[in-house]
């Protein structure tokens, strides 16, 4: 299930196992939080937390007497386990048993963010799995709009897709611009307040710079590039970004595959895959291998000492502007 959908699972009762499992930390955070609120009692007795990188073999033993033990004073015993990857033989020899019997005493909360490899606990069925990556902008767009308006505060939808768009949809983030708007005390958040007050993402700042040149707003990318680009350190990581952009965009442009499967590949939003899906186009495929040649070339003279930073960072822009 999505995250969006354990408020009322929670309502209808718990599960015996719970798998958190997506790259927004801010979903999973807060899952664990409704999990707990909902059914820990007395923490300091009724908590365990374990740290899976630790849990190899033999040693998964201590998770599942952990599991096996009974609460005290209280209906239910909450297990917490982080980054859990344990191997497929792994799985059959020490857990399969343990988890398919969790005790009705028992609630086990694995959190993990995606990063690691081992058996596909999502398809054990016994395990309830929680989707905890990041939303779509649509999702986000809803979440800020009713905060907002729970705080007493309207906001046009556009204002709201601002936030959600500067974030890259991350809800960590999110949520604490919006309590930065809320804070304000503003009776209406517009999307002006919005460009004056939520800070733009650097990746998204990257993504508005190349989406100028695909539009053929110049002025507008030597201003963004201006600003991203104070120091030689910084001109360097705007390079680095450019060149990763590009990169990013040959793969979907020429990729068969769907969108939630390049966000899985490349780590991105899937929204942010659709909306590159429509640069590639823009830019066109020729263009596009061109500015990756060529910024790769500039960046392997960078690294090799054939160019100082500052010259490749420049001839990286004649590249964008000029193709040359």
Known sequence: MKYTELKNDIAAGDRRIYLLEGDDAYFRSRGEEQIKSAF???????????????????SLTKLTAAMAAYPFMSQKRIIRVEELYPTESDYEKYLSAAFENCPPSTILMIVNSGAGKGVQLKRKKCVTYIDCSHADEDTVCRWVFGTLKRAGISADVQACRRVAAYCLSDM???????????????????EQLVDEVVYKDADYKIYEMTDAVAYKNYSKFIDICTELSAGSADRA???????????????????????????????????????????ARAFGTERLLSLTSALYELSARMRSGRLTPDGAFFCSLAAVLFGQ
């Not at 960590?172 to 517009?190: C, F, H, N, Y």
């Open 40 to 58: 820990l009692e007395l923490p300091e007795l009724n908590f365990t937390s374990f740290d899976g990188a630790s849990l190899k073999g033999a």
């Open 172 to 190: 960590a983030r999110v949520e604490g611009e919006v309590q930065k708007l809320i804070a304000l005390g503003a009776d209406s958040v517009t």
């Open 237 to 279: 990581a705007v390079m680095a970004a450019l060149l990763r952009y590009f990169k990013n965009l040959v793969i979907i442009g020429s990729s068969q595959a769907g969108a939630a499967e390049l966000a899985r590949q490349l780590k991105m939003p899937e929204f942010a895959v659709r909306r590159s899906a429509e640069r």
